[in-house]
């Protein structure tokens, strides 16, 4: 262990602070380590995992695609990545799918399409509203419409004007419209790393039909959202806003590279051979297992078995928000992405990470003090019941410090 440690130091740049595990295999909704310890994986590589570890549907069209081919240029036709296209567009918005590798070049697609919009509509130097505390990607342009100061302060950033909103002030984005004629609204529906905020029906709603009074385009975040994590495919279809466009990637691969927008009738036909692409999207393989997700979650009905989980798990932690007042004071998210906000210090909130790691249950923390969960879909009462037993321990031990303390 020590030894992979010790390289990891040596030969990866640590852009990263990582746990001291290194990960041997991953079985269904498990991580096992080098030695064969086993973890609940309730954090699933940031989102990505939807149906865990080694689904059988995952690891047969990994098969079935690898024995036929992996990778071709996009000057043929791809049959994998043009079904996957059809499924996100017929169960989205009339419009046409870009793919990217990542969820940062998805972000990147999104404003070149954006700013070819501009250009046509002769607001050449209009610029973008995003979110206070957004994430959407840390490549040069993503970086500019990612509000968290920590991740873009180094940097030269490009020119085009970005404009920051509080979530759910309604006011404020008015005020952005009005005074400075943005193209675009840029939002993740709910705020991931800025601290699981979901975005209020009424918000999203209003934002919607102010951006339609004003021609300004309507795009969701729905990196880390997307792919059944709230509940629905995508978390606007909580609402009935129309987005413009829909930014997508992490789960959508089954856990291989696998990003990209879908954009609406007024984007769609933007692009024209020589002004956007890459090399490897959309990986044919990755697509594959896109089309697999699809099914999972559509077809053999895991889009509502996760719902249903995700229920059961909300209602276990908001009984125990309520038992530890002292130490946790909110549950907020949608679905399968729950951020329990705590009233510890960092440290402490560190603690209760490294006492779950140690019994056995991957979990997060974001903005420092929030404990974020991102459970696989296919997470079962049996493990929900099992991590609450143990959460509840770690929890009352934080407790008992804390009272000694005070
Ligand atoms: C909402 C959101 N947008 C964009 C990104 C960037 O995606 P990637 O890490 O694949 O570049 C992330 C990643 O965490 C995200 O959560």
């Known amino acids: 262990m020590t030894d992979w440690l010790q390289k990891d130091e040596t030969y990866l740049m640590s852009t990263y602070k990582r746990l001291t595990i290194a990960i041997e295999k991953g079985e269904g909704n498990y991580l096992l380590d080098t030695e064969g310890k086993a973890y609940l994986d309730l954090f699933t590589g940031l989102?990505?995992?939807?149906?865990?570890?080694?689904?059988?549907?995952?690891?047969?069209?990994?098969?079935?695609?690898?024995?036929?081919?992996?990778?071709?240029?996009?000057?043929?036709?791809?049959?994998?990545?043009?079904?996957?296209?059809?499924?996100?567009?017929?169960?989205?918005?009339?419009?046409?799918?870009?793919?990217?590798?990542?969820?940062?070049?998805?972000?990147?697609?999104?404003?070149?399409?954006v700013h070819k919009w501009a250009k046509m509509t002769g607001r050449e130097n209009a610029g973008i509203v995003v979110l206070k505390n957004s994430f959407h990607g840390r490549t040069l342009g993503a970086v500019k419409l990612t509000r968290q100061a920590h991740v873009y302060q180094d940097y030269p950033l490009p020119a085009f004007p970005v404009y920051e909103v509080a979530p759910g002030d309604i006011e404020g984005l008015q005020e952005i419209i009005t005074t400075y004629s943005p193209v675009c609204l840029l939002m993740e529906p709910v705020l991931g790393s800025g601290g699981v905020i979901p975005l209020s029906e009424s918000f999203l709603q209003t934002a919607f039909a102010l951006c339609k009074e004003h021609d300004v385009l309507f795009a969701m975040d729905e990196i880390q959202t997307g792919m059944g994590r709230t509940g629905k495919l995508f978390a606007y279809q909580h609402t009935t806003v129309e987005p413009d466009l829909i930014l997508f990637a992490k789960g959508v691969g089954g856990g291989l590279p696998l990003g990209g927008v879908i954009a609406g009738e007024k984007l769609a036909n933007l692009f024209k051979p020589g002004d956007h692409g890459t090399t490897f999207a959309p990986s044919p393989l990755s697509a594959a297992l896109g089309n697999a997700v699809m099914e999972a979650l559509l077809v053999d009905g895991l889009l509502e078995e996760g719902k249903k989980q995700a229920e059961y798990l909300w209602a276990r932690i908001a009984h125990l928000v309520d038992e530890y007042p002292q130490l946790l004071s909110d549950i907020r998210g949608k679905g399968m992405m729950l951020g329990i906000q705590t009233k510890l210090a960092p440290e402490e909130v560190s603690h209760i990470q490294q006492g779950m790691l140690e019994a056995g249950f991957l979990i997060d923390v974001t903005q420092k003090t929030i404990i974020r969960l991102l459970p696989p879909l296919t997470l079962t009462s049996e493990e929900i019941d099992r991590f609450m037993v143990c959460f509840r321990d770690v929890l009352e031990q934080a407790a008992r410090v804390k009272g000694e303390v005070m």
């Open 47 to 113: 989102a990505v995992s939807v149906l865990g570890h080694s689904h059988p549907k995952i690891v047969e069209a990994l098969v079935e695609q690898g024995e036929k081919f992996l990778h071709i240029s996009n000057i043929f036709l791809n049959k994998p990545a043009i079904t996957l296209a059809e499924q996100l567009v017929t169960h989205t918005i009339p419009g046409k799918v870009f793919f990217s590798n990542s969820g940062a070049e998805a972000t990147e697609a999104a404003i070149k399409l």
